[in-house]
């Protein structure tokens, strides 16, 4: 399908319905939105890395991003990148953050 509609394709990542993504993907580019709806965090998602580079654009909301040693406060309209392998975390500031999140290679654990 060539369009996805705002309010389709949602899912709760890991059950849980406070965090919902939507993954939509060629062969080789992939977009995922993600919107946390419980905010804001007492404390930092956990830092994670992936071989995957990323670029996310913030939607809505606002957060703190960290990457390695470093942190950065977001708005609306900020974007960050991620290197392959490096340790990122966020921290959402405000009750609802929406992200919108650019892969390669696919997350075929997203698919």
């Known amino acids: ?30 977009v995922t939105i993600i919107e946390f709806l419980n905010g804001p965090m007492e404390v930092p998602d956990p830092p994670h890395k992936h071989v995957h580079e990323q670029i ?17 406060l977001l708005q609306e309209g900020d974007v960050f990148k991620v290197a392959s392998n490096l340790n990122h975390s966020i921290q959402t500031l405000t009750e609802y953050v929406k992200l919108v999140d650019s892969f390669t290679p696919l997350r075929e654990d997203f698919i």
């Not at 913030?58 to 390695?68: D, Q, R, T, Y």
């Open 1 to 30: 399908m060539e369009v996805i509609k705002n309010n389709e394709g949602f899912e709760a990542v890991n059950s849980n319905p406070s965090l919902m993504r939507k993954v939509v993907h060629l062969d080789h580019l992939m």
């Open 56 to 72: 996310t654009y913030v939607a809505a909301g606002s957060l703190k991003f960290f990457i390695e040693d470093r942190e950065y």
